[in-house]
């Protein structure tokens, strides 16, 4: 509360004969009046004080009230804002900070949350963005990883998976490539390994190749022949085919 002064004047009333007389009244305090919004009045006081940043003060306030975490309260707030998303309030926030790299902040953020794996959170993030395929995210990335050769990154990737035989996984693969026909491709392989002479190479072929077992030199038409898939010990009677 705080209260008015005033001033008052009261003038004799005229007569030909007698002087103006004139009393000057200077009054108590009258009634107190409420701190208006945005302002406090500790006790005694004659002006309101505007409440400070960090602070929020309803009407008729005595003591500003701490803001809200949470929330944010400039300089002569009545009433806590909401922190807006992409920023962070603790307890007695005037000004919300912005929300660092390797984190996200929604509306009402307290304290910044840890981007999850699989997505990247730049400054300033609302909400976190999913990895794109060919890059991987670990758990609090700024931006996508390219992902590395010999290891393959669909969309949302943490971790880079190894790169399956009968595949290739180039730098930044998104998806293996299939092993293509005449060329080997063992686990982890980033170029396709061209088919040796002398075997024979079907596409997605993976670490073992095709052994002929009857005699031939390379580019032979065959009429039937018998072949093994190496280390599977496999056999099968393959037919008309050319030596590759």
Do not use: W
């Not at 990895?131 to 943490?158: E, L, N, R």
């Not at 072929?205 to 005699?215: D, I, Y």
Request: aromatic share 12%; proline share 14%; net charge neutral.
């Amino acid at each position: 509360m705080y209260a008015l002064l005033a001033t008052i004047v009261q003038l004799a009333p005229s007569h030909p004969q007698s002087a103006l007389l004139a009393t000057i009244v200077q009054l108590a305090p009258s009634h107190p009046q409420s701190a208006l919004p945005g302002y406090n009045c500790p006790t005694g006081t004659v002006t309101p004080a505007v409440c400070p940043a960090g602070y929020y003060c309803p009407t008729g306030t005595v003591t500003p009230a701490v803001c809200h975490a949470g929330y944010y309260c400039p300089t002569g707030t009545a009433t806590p804002a909401v922190c807006p998303a992409g920023y962070y309030c603790p307890t007695g926030t005037g000004t919300p900070t912005v929300c660092p790299e390797g984190y996200y902040c929604p509306t009402g953020t307290v304290t910044p949350n840890a981007c999850p794996a699989g997505f990247y959170c730049p400054t300033g993030t609302l909400t976190p963005n999913v990895c794109t395929a060919s890059y991987y995210c670990p758990t609090g990335s700024i931006a996508p990883v390219i992902c590395p050769a010999g290891y393959y990154c669909p969309t949302g990737t943490s971790t880079p998976g190894f790169c399956p035989a009968g595949f290739y996984c180039p730098l930044g693969t998104g998806t293996p490539h299939v092993c293509p026909h005449g060329y080997y491709c063992p686990t982890g392989t980033v170029t396709e390994l061209p088919c040796v002479p002398g075997h024979l190479c079907p596409k997605g072929m993976l670490v073992s190749q095709f052994e002929f077992r009857k005699g031939f030199s390379h580019g032979d038409v065959l009429l039937d022949y018998i072949y093994i898939i190496r280390g599977l010990n496999a056999f099968a009677n393959v037919g008309l085919s050319v030596c590759q």
